[in-house]
């Protein structure tokens, strides 16, 4: 019988798309039976969604790109004189695998890393301000995490704050959460002693989960307890709808 922390183990390479065929559908048939894992695959998918926004970008010097494309092109070189070699072989001469030739294997593999860096870059042009914000949040040394926890309406719910003292925007991570009719939405509220202070407005992904900046009306460490609601559309400015994830004293 194959062990649970077997499983455990194989969540996070599942949340990366990284595993077989077969793991997967080992996997897919252990989540149908154990709430612990799904709620485990929920936090790492929350987590692979933050990756992109937690790396710096790092441009290449002038000089290494020159020292990458000499390099390249001198193994081209190399190819070539190869390529003349063979053409003066017998008519006979087994064919040559050019991709198992260690010179041109790196030209493509260089060519393709020069391509990756642009793509690259071009996409970190793209990244929104508020996306920059939490990514700033999440890799703050100051950085607190507090953790939220499903009602019993919502026993499979999770949740995580992320903030730094002094601010006034945290990042919100949860999972478990079911997808809503048009006319719902779920609220998040910030919460001081037994007063909640309305927050943004959401709906999660098809997975149940959702990554987004929250905005409070003081600093993030004036308050004790943080909550999601199910409210109308248009929110409210108290709660009024079920209660689905709590978290604090």
């Not at 194989?10 to 080992?26: T, V, Y």
């Not at 030209?107 to 508020?130: F, I, K, T």
């Not at 919100?172 to 202070?197: A, M, N, S």
């Amino acid at each position: 019988m194959i062990s649970h922390e077997y499983f455990q183990e194989l969540i996070s390479m599942h949340a990366l798309g990284a595993l077989s065929r077969a793991e997967r559908d080992n996997l897919q048939a252990h989540l149908r039976d154990c709430a612990d894992c799904r709620e485990r695959l929920a936090q790492e998918r929350a987590i692979v969604q933050m990756l992109p926004r937690s790396v710096e970008m790092v441009e290449p010097s002038r000089e290494t790109k020159q020292k990458l494309f000499a390099r390249v092109d001198a193994d081209l070189a190399r190819t070539q004189n190869n390529a003349r070699a063979a053409r003066r072989a017998p008519a006979r001469a087994p064919r040559r695998n050019w991709f198992a030739q260690p010179a041109f294997a790196f030209a493509v593999v260089a060519v393709m890393l020069v391509a990756l860096v642009g793509a690259y870059a071009l996409l970190q042009n793209r990244v929104s301000p508020e996306q920059q914000t939490m990514n700033a949040i999440m890799t703050d040394p100051n950085v607190q995490q507090v953790a939220l926890a499903g009602t019993p309406d919502a026993p499979n719910a999770w949740g995580r704050v992320y903030m730094v003292p002094g601010h006034s925007q945290a990042v919100l991570q949860v999972g478990g959460l079911q997808t809503l009719p048009q006319d719902k939405v779920y609220e998040f509220w910030f919460i001081r002693g037994q007063d909640p202070h309305a927050s943004n407005l959401f709906t999660v992904n098809a997975d149940g989960t959702m990554t987004l900046l929250v905005k409070a009306n003081d600093k993030v460490e004036n308050f004790n307890a943080w909550g999601v609601t199910i409210e109308p559309k248009q929110g409210v400015t108290k709660p009024t709808g079920t209660l689905v994830i709590l978290g604090g004293g």
